[in-house]
């Protein structure tokens, strides 16, 4: 695949951290370019009609409905567009309407970005065997649909990652192994910006030095805690 091919892609997420931690990671690391980012199931529709991406990323719990409405909507069969599905939907009835409906991949957050990274090696695998393969035999069809997507990299990326500020990020938490802290209270311990310190923390996740807790509250979108992982 020519090195200058880039492909669209649009974000359905309505936690906007998240989002932004997404489109950082697939625009740093893929031939990849994210077109727009939707809160909503509406501006969703907006934006692929406009676009007509090659992917979406997309959540399923949304403030108007579910994800699983959009990848049924004969809108995505008019062009040529693969789903992959990052949800805190776990439950198996969802999951399997999700892959009945053609979704390429389906990943439970709170996200792994090693598990994210395996699977968008392996959509850029299948768009560059779907350009440059006329025929296929037995073996390429198993690589192109039945590799395992946990054929994750055995050690994270360390790009953008700087050992004495991941030493600051990781201090905090060994100094305090029972607290759960937001990426707010974090970048303020440690003297660093919220990107910044959201890629340290994610990293950080990553390896297994921390952890991530969901806190919903009654009011807004839920809070994304990070724990000191027990050393038992």
Sequence with gaps: MNNTTTFDVVIVEDEPHLASLHRDFIEQNFHLHVVGIAATLEQAYALIRL???RLILLDNYLPDGQGVDLIDDPLLKTFDCSVIFITAASDMRTCSHAMRSGAFDYIIKPVSFHRLQ??????????????????VDQSSLDRLFNLPASEAPPTPSTKGIESNTLERVQRVFTANPDTSWSVEQVVEEVGISKTTGRRYLEYCVEIGFIGVEMLYGNIGHPRRLYRKVSDD
């Design 51 to 53: 676009h007509q991406p």
């Design 118 to 135: 395996a699977s968008l090696e392996r959509f850029m695998q299948m768009v560059q065997t779907l350009r440059n393969v006329k025929v």
